[in-house]
């Protein structure tokens, strides 16, 4: 098996779009735009998306998730309300499913928490999904962020980092496990004999650990592509480590292509040396693409967005994100060290904040200065014409900072009509992108062979 960290010549960028299930983006002002569509709460709107995804031959859509309406800021949940700030959030579960009936070959997937969910049940309903939509199915894998989704499962405070991914780790051997149940010929539906399937090839699973307990066997069979494929998005280094022994598709978030080639590098080797191979993982970058006939028109679809944006969707983000509470300061006045180790949410992004402001007791300020357009992340906005998007997109595969792009949207649906109307065209004239699918899994589609009994561990 080839360990090379290089991307193969046949390789195509994957083209994974990233779906709120709510009334807006991760850009929360989206649902702002004049142009944003209103039945975030019905089918056809997901429906809609995943059809146009499907005829640009979009490897992916995948559905993100929050256990709770944010409600760090200010102690409450009225500001998140008011201003719309990513205040619904149904279920991803149904969302995914919909948008996969919709549709023949795009994948679809959605988000789990392992630090809120019982590894069976999370097996369950994933290798359902996967055989109702033929192999297309995915988990992105999170372990979830704030007290807030700890107070909605009568929990008084969220797990620390270093606990959840032990628990994550150990939560990831009991569900491929139970996927490992069933034997690829089990089933063997033979009538006039009165034979459903062969006990010999279907098999109890028995896991006594130290967070959980599972008897087996999963009273599901194996899918056409094995088993569902594992995304992951783990940014410190316990994150990456995580990611590096489960994730098969790994969303990354580097703010420029150089910072991207070193990262891609290093976690491609981190794949390696867990055992695996690094072809087999697709590392995909977040992006905010905004795309226009013209270079000008494209600027004044920017300076609208940043028109749009208000500055309490940045603190009650912030609040969220980092699982600390940023009302009632002055901007200015710095974090002390225990305030600064008591923001228990996202680890990766603080250590950025730091890093970027030179300082281990950062400002709001120096927060807001490092968020991007008041999403909580710092997404790369790519923007011009179809060609200058194509060009910067390109110049980042080819040269090794990402295997794709995780699109999100700065409003919806235009900005995947736009990206699907004019970039992907030019991107499948240039052979960067797939112009047809390879076949009827989302391993197929992803270059990442069938899934077989065993090969995780
Ligand atoms: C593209 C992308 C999508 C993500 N989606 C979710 C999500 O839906 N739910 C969630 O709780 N975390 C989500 N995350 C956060 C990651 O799961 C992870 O917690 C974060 O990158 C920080 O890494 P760390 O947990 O190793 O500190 C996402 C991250 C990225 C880059």
């Known amino acids: 098996m080839s360990k090379s960290t290089a991307p193969s010549a046949s390789r195509k960028m994957a083209l994974i779009a990233f779906i709120q299930a709510q009334n807006c983006s991760n850009f929360p002002a989206s649902w702002r735009h004049p142009a944003a569509a209103t039945d975030s709460t019905t089918a056809a709107y997901y429906q809609r998306i995943a059809r146009e995804l499907e005829a640009a031959r979009f490897d992916l859509a995948f559905v993100d998730d929050r256990l709770a309406m944010p409600d760090k800021y200010n102690n409450s949940h009225r500001d998140a309300v008011e201003y719309g700030i990513r205040t619904v959030k149904m279920d991803p579960n149904p969302i995914m499913l919909a948008m996969g009936f919709a549709t023949n070959y795009l994948g679809v997937a959605s988000t789990c928490s392992t630090t809120y969910n019982e590894p069976f049940h999370i097996a369950r309903s994933f290798s359902t999904m996967d055989l109702m939509l033929g192999g297309r199915a995915g988990w992105n894998v999170v372990t979830s962020l704030n007290d807030s989704e700890a107070a909605n499962y009568g929990r008084?405070?969220?797990?620390?980092?270093?606990?959840?991914?032990?628990?994550?780790?150990?939560?990831?051997?009991?569900?491929?496990?139970?996927?490992?149940?069933?034997?690829?010929?089990?089933?063997?539906?033979?009538?006039?004999?009165?034979?459903?399937?062969?006990?010999?090839?279907?098999?109890?699973?028995?896991?006594?650990?130290?967070?959980?307990?599972?008897?087996?066997?999963?009273?599901?069979?194996?899918?056409?592509?094995?088993?569902?494929?594992?995304?992951?998005?783990?940014?410190?280094?316990?994150?990456?480590?995580?990611?590096?022994?489960?994730?098969?598709?790994?969303?990354?978030?580097?703010?420029?292509?150089?910072?991207?080639?070193?990262?891609?590098?290093?976690?491609?080797?981190?794949?390696?040396?867990?055992?695996?191979?690094?072809?087999?993982?697709?590392?995909?970058?977040?992006?905010?693409?905004?795309?226009?006939?013209?270079?000008?028109?494209?600027?004044?679809?920017?300076?609208?967005?940043?028109?749009?944006?208000?500055?309490?969707?940045?603190?009650?983000?912030?609040?969220?994100?980092?699982?600390?509470?940023?009302?009632?300061?002055?901007?200015?006045?710095?974090?002390?060290?225990?305030?600064?180790?008591?923001?228990?949410?996202?680890?990766?992004?603080?250590?950025?904040?730091?890093?970027?402001?030179?300082?281990k007791n950062p400002s709001t300020n120096d927060f807001l200065k490092v968020t991007h357009r008041a999403t909580i992340r710092e997404f790369p906005l790519i923007y011009g014409t179809a060609g200058e998007v194509a060009d910067q997109m390109e110049d980042w595969f080819v040269s090794g900072a990402c295997d794709g792009f995780v699109t999100a949207p700065t409003y919806i649906p235009g900005t995947y009509e736009d990206f699907c109307r004019l970039v992907v065209p030019e991107l499948q004239r240039r052979g960067v992108v797939k112009s047809e699918y390879l076949g009827p899994t989302l391993r197929e589609n992803l270059g990442i062979p069938r899934a077989e009994i065993g090969d995780w561990k």
């Not at 600027?299 to 940023?326: C, G, H, M, R, T």
């Open 156 to 359: 008084e405070k969220h797990l620390g980092a270093e606990e959840r991914y032990d628990r994550a780790d150990e939560f990831m051997e009991v569900v491929l496990g139970h996927w490992d149940t069933w034997e690829d010929d089990a089933i063997i539906i033979d009538k006039p004999s009165g034979r459903f399937a062969d006990p010999d090839k279907v098999h109890p699973l028995g896991h006594k650990g130290e967070w959980f307990a599972s008897a087996g066997p999963l009273p599901v069979p194996r899918s056409a592509q094995g088993r569902p494929i594992i995304i992951q998005a783990g940014g410190s280094a316990r994150g990456l480590e995580f990611a590096a022994r489960w994730g098969e598709v790994i969303f990354s978030l580097f703010p420029t292509k150089e910072v991207g080639q070193k990262k891609y590098q290093a976690l491609k080797a981190q794949i390696a040396k867990a055992g695996r191979n690094p072809e087999h993982a697709r590392i995909a970058t977040a992006c905010f693409p905004v795309v226009a006939e013209t270079r000008a028109m494209a600027e004044d679809q920017v300076a609208l967005l940043d028109s749009l944006v208000k500055p309490i969707d940045q603190l009650v983000n912030l609040s969220e994100l980092f699982n600390y509470d940023f009302a009632g300061r002055g901007m200015d006045d710095p974090f002390s060290d225990a305030e600064m180790e008591n923001m228990t949410g996202n680890q990766s992004y603080k250590q950025r904040v730091v890093d970027i402001s030179g300082t």
